[in-house]
């Protein structure tokens, strides 16, 4: 298969230095959309049909041209590439941070350009330390070099671009929250409309993209977009970096086309479920996403595929349950988790979810009682989507409504014994 | 009060947004970095100097999890607590830690030398468990790897 993310990765992980990049091919997409006119640049991605891959699937072309453009636009305009990478069992963008770093500055370059932005900002988790040091690294050789900075190669398009290190919460890559966040406030959401494409960073139009999707970008504009539907094996163009973690023989990170099934990630590529454990379930794209199971193997990873089946690409990286973990601890920590980085601003959100994680808690201690699963069922229709400020709490209740599902009876396992059949 | 180099390291990156707020963040790491956790006293000086109410900056520090509003011991040692670490052998970690420090999580060691916290998820899945020990990560912890990385903090 042709590498593309990880095309300038070494086998070492130490990113390529500028002058190195360059000549393995890196900035020439740079070189090459100048000479295009923003517009033109927009509508290759468009064409392209990459989506999003932190998690939401947005088409990105279709995201940047609801920015108002125009000699009448709010100026400053802003990018910010989100690289705050907390979805628990995600592990991908911090290869990309730290393996190609000049990568991403290329295409943030290119997204700046398609959307006039002038001031970029890359928000990281400040637990990615080497990641930080690298990208800092980079972007002072990217300036050197000429691509950031005023009149970028001798255009009349200039960039700033700067790194801001998070304070941590998962609230951050949340697309308003982490514009609140940059701001130096708490990162609680924003209502939209209006939306940060209009009215984002300071007021001021603003796109925020993952690292992965922004990563894509210098590949499309050098290949064209027919080149890039290609690469995959289903509708959703592109490969994609799939992650599997969990019990099983190889966890790890791969490059593979977009629509690779979860067999074929977990079986050929993760080696199959460690010696002599079962495979009971997967969640395929992070721990805000629905569990599937055995009867799931044969879905493609793609947006359209995991919807089908009732779950979501997410960020493509899985986390695998095996028979010797209990699903009712492991849904526990997942809503300790996301009631902890709640950010309290909506009710449904901060209730709800603390409420839930009392009540996995007092049946995997052997307390639950038998209307305690009606209990978790109100709980994840109160956190529906439509019921909160934005999409935290409606994902945190995905593997806990998807769990009652599937593995209801050892939930009521536990409210019988008043006991965990694991312990 | 702000020490110069404090006061530079801020005011080099207030040149990099529109707004002195949006530094906060930034400003509380620069001085935490220094003296390992946040005071009221450098709370004050901060918001001072950003023009902000030290009670609109302390919302801002409480909020985050890497702000230390509390002093820490001279190393912080944040052990992941999500999913997949979790699954592969959180609670062994904590139970070996906790029991070679005497200490539980949240608290520092009598001799002020190590801070025990948890930390979510660290994206390092395909390594799990893992930690951090102030700045540098470690992976596939097991009981004696545990070991020689506190003998090696002093």
């Known amino acids: ?423 | 009060m702000l020490s110069a180099e404090e006061r530079h390291e801020i005011e080099e990156e207030l040149k990099r947004y529109p707004s002195k707020r949006a530094v906060s963040i930034d400003a509380m790491k620069i001085v935490q970095r220094r003296r390992g956790w946040v005071s009221d006293e450098a709370l004050r000086d901060i918001a001072e100097l950003l023009e902000i109410s030290a009670d609109d900056l302390d919302s801002v520090a409480t909020f985050y999890n890497l702000i230390f509003r509390k002093p820490v011991g001279r190393h912080v040692i944040m052990v992941c607590d999500s999913v997949s670490c979790w699954i592969m052998g959180y609670d062994r970690v904590r139970e070996h830690l906790t029991k070679r420090l005497g200490i539980n999580m949240g608290e520092t060691t009598p001799d002020g030398r190590f801070t025990l916290l948890p930390i979510v998820c660290l994206g390092t899945c395909d390594h799990a468990p893992a930690m951090m020990v102030d700045q540098q990560l470690h992976r596939d912890l097991d009981a004696e790897k545990i070991d020689k990385i506190l003998e090696q903090c002093s």
Not at chain 1, 154 to 165: D, I, Q, R, T
Not at chain 1, 333 to 339: D, I, P, Q, V
Not at chain 1, 353 to 365: F, H, N
Request: proline letters at 6%; hydrophobic letters at 35%; a neutral charge.
């Open chain 1, 1 to 423: 298969m042709e590498k593309v993310l990880t095309r300038y990765i070494q086998p070492d992980g130490v990113p390529l230095d500028a002058r190195a990049y360059e000549r393995a091919g890196g900035y020439e997409s740079v070189r090459k959309a100048l000479r295009m006119a923003p517009k033109d640049v927009t509508e290759t991605v468009k064409q392209s049909n990459l989506r999003g891959r932190g998690g939401a699937g947005f088409p990105t072309g279709m995201k940047w041209s609801f920015v108002p453009t125009g000699p009448n636009a709010p100026r400053p305009k802003y990018l910010c590439a989100n690289a705050d990478e907390m979805e628990p069992g995600t592990f991908k963008d911090r290869l990309l941070l730290e393996s190609a770093p000049h990568q991403l500055i290329e295409g943030m370059i290119l997204a700046a350009y398609a959307i006039a932005a002038d001031v970029a900002y890359i928000f990281i988790r400040g637990e990615y330390i080497l990641a930080i040091e690298r990208l800092q690294k980079a972007l002072a050789e990217a300036y050197e070099a000429g691509y950031l900075g005023k009149n970028i190669q001798g255009s009349a398009f200039s960039l700033e671009m700067y790194v801001h290190a998070s304070g941590g919460r998962y609230m951050c890559g949340e697309e308003t929250g982490l514009l609140n966040a940059l701001e130096g406030k708490r990162a609680n959401p924003r209502t939209k409309p209006p939306f940060p494409q209009v009215s984002g960073l300071f007021g001021k139009p603003t796109i925020v993209q993952n690292v992965e999707t922004l990563s894509n970008l210098p590949h499309i504009i050098n290949n064209g977009p027919e080149w890039f539907k290609k690469l995959s094996k289903s509708e959703d163009s592109g490969t994609k970096l799939y992650g599997v973690s969990g019990k099983v023989k190889q966890p790890g990170l791969w490059e593979l086309p977009m629509g690779t099934t979860i067999r074929e990630l977990l079986e050929e590529h993760a080696g199959g479920m460690r010696e002599g454990l079962a495979f009971r379930g997967v969640l395929p794209g992070g721990a805000s996403t629905d569990f599937l199971t055995a009867e799931h193997l044969d879905v493609k990873m793609d947006f359209g595929g995991v919807q089908k089946a009732g779950s979501r690409l997410g960020t493509g990286t899985m986390i695998v349950l095996d028979d010797r973990t209990c699903p009712v601890g492991m849904v526990r920590n997942l809503e300790h988790f996301f009631a902890q980085e709640s950010c309290g601003w909506c009710t449904p959100c901060w209730s709800g979810l603390s409420w839930s994680e009392q009540l996995l808690t007092s049946i995997e201690e052997g307390r639950g009682k038998p209307d305690d699963l009606e209990k978790l069922e109100f709980i994840c229709k109160f956190c529906a989507p439509g019921n909160t400020f934005c999409a935290l709490a409606p994902g945190a209740v995905e593997p806990l409504q998807s769990a009652l599902k599937y593995f209801r009876e050892d939930f009521g396992r536990h409210i019988q014994a008043q006991h965990c059949p694991w312990r």
